[in-house]
């Protein structure tokens, strides 16, 4: 028989040696976690682990999925956001305050096109359903000169092939239908959405439908560039039941708004380059019968940009604009 030390010896032994006869394929490899790519930073795609700036990027996805029907009701549950609401839901006034800015100080980009340009108070988000968004971004504060001085939320819509059919219903009458038809081949893509939100509301007075219609068009091959144009039109009607110890059956709010966006984009080795003209247009018609009340406010904006990123050495790029 061998000592206890000798046994302890062997023991060892064997236990080194199946070690070593262990096949390296049972080891289960470390999980690995990728980022999704981000835009607001620079206005340009790129990992978010590679951007200094603190961006939360949302699928669009996961937010109907929560039943949220508009952008500022996500928001309200991002740590970040803070939304100040006046009103309910569709035809309530949500408008984003991110690290104690105010809303004016937040700059709201629908596919690239700067809502804020038309909005002196800045953005309703109300008036952004979620039925035709692909991905929300936030950027927390100011990151640079690309976005000058505020803080931005990035609404990129649906641009994958594919067919959607939506119907849903809630409390107070609430009512969404939606559809939504893309596809084409390599050099010619298209895009049709339409979407239709009602509330009856919880007080008299109180409800609110909104319609929401967009088209995206896009041609041309990776080498040589891009083109797309894309229309995005949403009109809202909803009433005012105005305050509980003076409420009012009558007072109703309309407003609509049109942005259109034309953009060539190009792809390369050495870097890219991005072409964007845009217009905006904005009615806001406020409407008070027993006294008599009407006022109508129009605001339209125009705008061009160009942006070129060139690649340097050592991993290094370098983005220029106008």
Known sequence: MFPLSGRRTAAAVIVWFLA???????QEPPPEFELPDVISPGRRPQPAGTSPAYVTAI???????????TLGEA?????????RITGTGLG?????????STPQQVLVLLDGVPLNATAQFGVNLATITLADVERVEVLRGPYSAIQG???VIQVTTRSRPGRTAVVSSGSYGTLQTALRLDGGTAGLRFGLGSEIAATSGYRPNGDATRWTGSGRLAWGEASRGMFSLSVH???GDAGV????YFPSLSDRLADGRTAVAFEWARKAADGSRLLRIWSLEDTLRSTSPDFGFVSESMGSAVGAEWQQVARLGHGGIFTWGL
């Open 20 to 26: 070593l006869v262990t096949p390296l394929a049972a």
């Open 59 to 69: 699928p669009g996805e996961e937010l109907r999925r929560m039943g949220f029907l």
């Open 75 to 83: 928001l309200a549950f991002v740590a970040e956001a803070y939304v």
């Open 92 to 100: 309530g006034v949500q408008q984003a305050s991110i690290r104690g």
């Open 149 to 151: 001085n505020f803080a």
């Open 233 to 235: 039109r949403t009109t």
């Open 241 to 244: 039941p105005g305050p509980t």
